[in-house]
C-alpha cells in the first residue's frame, strides 16, 4: 500500500513570521498537530503542537520552533518506508512531494488508522497461507504449592 492512499491533501500550512499563539489557535480550529511552514511556494520547515507546547513566550515565531530539516516521502512512498522513516527518526509527520509539489501529508495517526482499520487488500489465492494450530500446551504442576 503506498501513502498516497492515506495521506491527507489538505495540507495545512504556515508562515515562518506566524506567532507562536496564531500557529497554536491555528492548530486547534483545524484539530491537526503540524503545520508545514512555507517561504513562498517552498517548504523551509515543520512545526508540531509539541513543539509549541514548549514554548513559554507565544509572541516568539514559528520560524524560532520549527524543524527546518524536512523529512518528506512521495506518493510511491509504501506504508512499511513511511512508518520506518517516522520511528527511525522519531517524528510525527511526512510531508508528501511529488517532484517539487508539496501534494500531502501522513502523519503518526494516518499510519495507526490504518492499523486500526485492518489494511483491506486482497491476497492472491496462491501466496495465501494458514497457520496450523497446535494444541495447548500443559505446564507441570508446581511442586512447592
Not at 489494511?119 to 492472491?124: G, L
Request: charged fraction near 30%.
Amino acid at each position: 500500500m503506498r501513502i498516497s492512499e492515506i495521506m491527507s491533501k489538505d495540507v495545512v500550512k504556515t508562515g515562518p513570521g506566524r506567532s507562536i499563539g496564531e500557529a497554536r489557535e491555528l492548530m486547534a480550529r483545524r484539530h491537526i498537530h503540524h503545520l508545514v511552514v512555507v517561504d513562498g511556494a517552498r517548504v523551509v520547515g515543520v512545526v508540531s503542537d509539541r513543539d509549541i507546547g514548549k514554548a513559554r513566550d507565544t509572541s516568539r515565531t514559528v520560524r524560532d520552533l520549527m524543524v527546518p530539516d524536512v523529512v518528506a516521502a512521495r506518493p510511491t512512498t509504501t506504508v512499511r518506508q513511511a512508518a520506518n522513516l517516522l520511528r527511525g527518526r522519531t517524528i510525527g509527520c511526512l510531508p508528501v512531494f511529488d517532484g517539487d509539489h508539496l501534494v500531502g501529508i501522513v502523519t503518526t495517526t494516518d499510519l495507526l488508522d490504518l492499523i486500526g482499520r485492518g489494511a483491506e487488500r486482497t491476497v492472491p489465492e496462491s501466496k495465501r497461507w494458514t497457520m496450523r494450530r497446535r494444541a495447548p500446551t500443559r505446564r507441570p504442576a508446581r511442586l512447592d504449592a
